[in-house]
């Protein structure tokens, strides 16, 4: 999906959020806090997923040695059933020893084997919920930047663009979206020894971007309008030209310095 843009480039706004448009065609406000929700909900999944790999592990420990009950209940009444006389022939005891081992082995290794499975299931799920829950943090922050979004983005990029090429440069740690830079992370220059805030660390990111010049507005010069467009004419589209772009296509067009004139 993608962002919606009035004629000016700016993000259309419904009720204070920005709304995009589905592959479909159909257009819908992207809510934040529905997100927050979401992830919310999302990382609940997780905990209870993590909690029944918790519980199998106990299950096993429970039957440690003795992974069948009812067979080891069986095992036992006939131990209790056998006269004197037999108990005396030790190789009946040694014969019954053997079977008992292998019904328990037999099980054990099934019982294993059923809980390696779900706890491989249950390790696919955490990993995709903890990517998605990624994803939604980290766009719903590009979402809501002046960078851009409002009615005066600082950049001709669309949230939706910004945040398949600058995404990267974010990781989600402790609930909290923190940038890094070069392989480091980007800290606070107002709060010494801290992450930089998603706004603070942007800035950064795109301050050491090499075509900056490309994807800034020019402060005062009208309704958007590029911040270089230096480039020659075959580097310059228009506003509708871009739109019809592919996000992959898009990001690409920008990150070789192309504009986008209205």
């Known amino acids: ?8 480039g700016n993000a259309v706004l419904a009720d204070g959020k920005p709304v995009y448009i589905h592959p479909d065609g159909k257009e819908a406000p992207f ?4 997100a927050v929700r979401r992830i919310t909900n ?3 999944e997780k905990d209870r997923h993590y909690s029944n790999v918790e519980k199998l592990k106990e299950k096993i420990a429970a039957f440690e040695g003795i992974e069948d009950p009812e067979k080891a209940k069986k095992a036992l009444e006939t131990l209790k059933n056998l006269d004197d006389k037999k108990l005396i022939d030790a190789g009946e005891v040694d014969a019954l020893k053997r079977q008992m081992a292998e019904v328990f082995e037999q099980e054990r290794a099934q019982l294993t084997q059923q809980l390696e499975q779900e706890r491989s299931e249950a390790q696919e799920k ?16 590009f979402s809501k930047s002046p960078w851009f979004s409002g009615e005066q983005p600082k950049t001709i990029l669309p949230p939706d663009i910004a945040a398949e090429h600058f995404g990267k440069f974010f990781k989600v740690e ?7 830079l070069n392989g480091n992370k980007i800290l606070s220059r107002e709060r010494v020894g801290e992450p930089a805030g998603f706004e603070e660390a942007l800035s950064v990111i795109i301050d050491g971007y090499p075509m900056k010049d490309r994807i800034l507005r020019e402060s005062g010069g009208g309704s958007g309008s590029a911040g270089n467009t230096g480039a020659g004419s075959g580097n ?3 506003r509708a030209s871009f739109d019809q772009m592919s996000p992959h296509d898009r990001a690409a067009f920008v990150s070789k310095g192309g504009t986008v004139s209205d």
């Open 126 to 141: 955490l990993e995709s919920s903890a990517q998605r829950i990624r994803r939604l943090m980290i766009d719903s922050q």
């Open 236 to 238: 310059s589209i228009s």
């Open 31 to 34: 809510d934040a806090e529905a």
């Open 174 to 180: 402790e609930d909290s979206v923190v940038g890094y």
């Open 1 to 8: 999906m993608k962002l919606k843009l009035d004629e000016n």
């Open 42 to 44: 999302l990382t609940e």
